[in-house]
Structure formats: C-alpha cells, structure tokens
C-alpha cells in the first residue's frame, strides 16, 4: 500500500531563512507526487507536481521540489521565508485504487510558522 | 471561472441527526471527489465520481453515509444518522480528466461538521 510521511507536523522558520519541508513515500510503482498548500479558512491549493521528466519540480510562489527516486522522497524547499508562506504543507501522491480510479493519499501536513 | 464552491461551511449538529453537504465542481471538471480530515489525522479519501457515476466508493467508513451526483453537476453527502467520529473537515475536489493520476484536484474550502 503507498503512503506519505512528512517529518514533522510543525516547523518554525525566521523571515528570510531557508524553509525545507520533508516528504517520503512509499509506492511499488513510479508515482505522481503533489504539494498543496492550505491557507487558514481556504480551500486546498497546488503548489506544484511531479509526474515524469525533469526531477527537479518549480511551482508557485517561489516554491519548488526534487524528486528523488533512490531517496523515496520528495522535499519541498523555498531558499527565503516569507510571513505569507505560513500556512500548512501536504505532501500526496496518487493512488490507482482499481476499475480507472485515481485517489490522492496524503500525508499527516506540516503547519510552517514564519517568525518576524 | 468560479473554483469549487462547498456549503455549508461549518455545520453543528447533535448525534443521531441528519447532515447534508453539497459541492458544486468546476465546470466541465467531469470527475468529482470527497475527502475527509479528521482532527489530527490525514486527509482520506471517500469516493471519487465520473460524471453521476460513482466510480470508486471504496474510501466511504460505512452505509451511514450516502454521496449522489445529480446529472454529473453538484454533488451532495448525506450522513444519516450522524455519530461522534463523523466529526471533521469534508472536502470536495474535482478535476478535469484523469490521466493515470496526474491532473490536478482542484480543492473547495471544505465543511467542517461537528457532532456533538
């Protein structure tokens, strides 16, 4: 069965300094890997996408991540925090649940606390 | 375009009461899905439709809970009777194709149904 782990639920960053979000998965097969992000009181948004080609993946607001298959993982990184970036991360990769379904498993989420 | 719209936003009701959730998909978007948070947990996956057919319902916890889409347009959730651990964020997603797993869901704001 395939699943997510983002190490830690919680990460605290100052302004300007580097944010790393980790994400591991495990698949039997070659996954489609995916980071949204949730602002307080709003919907789930994409970040951005891994499905195949270039390993290394960019995505909105200044966010991207890498795709590492020796690694199993799948690290969301941002080089200068920004107050707006707090928010709270997940990691998924989808699924083939049978009869042409696709369903997203998602890790447990990251809250990023930016410090002034 | 209008993104995926949920309603209501938060629901309070007592155990044994009946509950009812609608999303409206994007339009043209012919696959739809729920998702559900539980306090502390991941975000999982419910059911997932292709137009008004429901194409996967292997996520749904058990017959207490009933999804329809009418004429592959919105879509409602009913929990009847409600218990305690129905209590949570629900959320709706939908997206345009499939694709072997790779388009994006596009995320509604969610429900967040309390039992009480």
């Known amino acids: 069965a395939q699943s997510v782990t983002q190490l830690g639920s919680h990460v605290s960053v100052s302004e300007g300094a580097l944010v790393l979000l980790r994400c591991n998965y495990s698949s039997s097969v070659p996954p489609y890997l995916f980071w949204y992000v949730q602002y307080p009181n709003q919907g789930l948004q994409l970040l951005l996408k891994y499905t195949t080609g270039a390993t290394l993946v960019k995505g909105i607001n200044g966010f991207e991540a890498e795709f590492k298959k020796s690694e199993t993982s799948f690290h969301l990184t941002k080089p200068s925090a920004h107050m707006s970036d707090a928010a709270e991360y997940f990691c998924?990769?989808?699924?083939?649940?049978?009869?042409?379904?696709?369903?997203?498993?998602f890790g447990k989420g990251t809250k990023l606390s930016v410090i002034p | 375009e209008a993104g995926v719209t949920q309603f209501p936003s938060h629901s309070v009701i007592e155990k044994g009461q009946t509950v009812t959730l609608r999303c409206d998909p994007i339009?043209?978007?012919?696959?739809l899905y729920w998702y559900r948070r539980v306090m502390g947990k991941e975000i999982k996956f419910l059911l997932h439709?292709?137009?008004?057919?429901?194409?996967?319902e292997s996520g749904m916890p058990n017959n207490r809970f009933l999804a329809e889409r009418t004429g592959g347009t919105y879509s409602t959730l009913k929990v009847q009777p409600a218990e305690l651990e129905d209590s949570g964020v629900y959320f709706c997603a939908s997206s345009q194709g499939l694709l072997g797993g790779s388009y994006e869901q596009y995320f509604g704001p969610g429900t967040r149904l309390t039992v009480t």
């Open positions: 998924a990769v989808t699924l083939y649940s049978g009869a042409g379904s696709y369903q997203l498993t």
């Open positions: 439709f292709v137009k008004e057919s429901k194409q996967d």
């Open positions: 339009s043209g978007h012919d696959n």
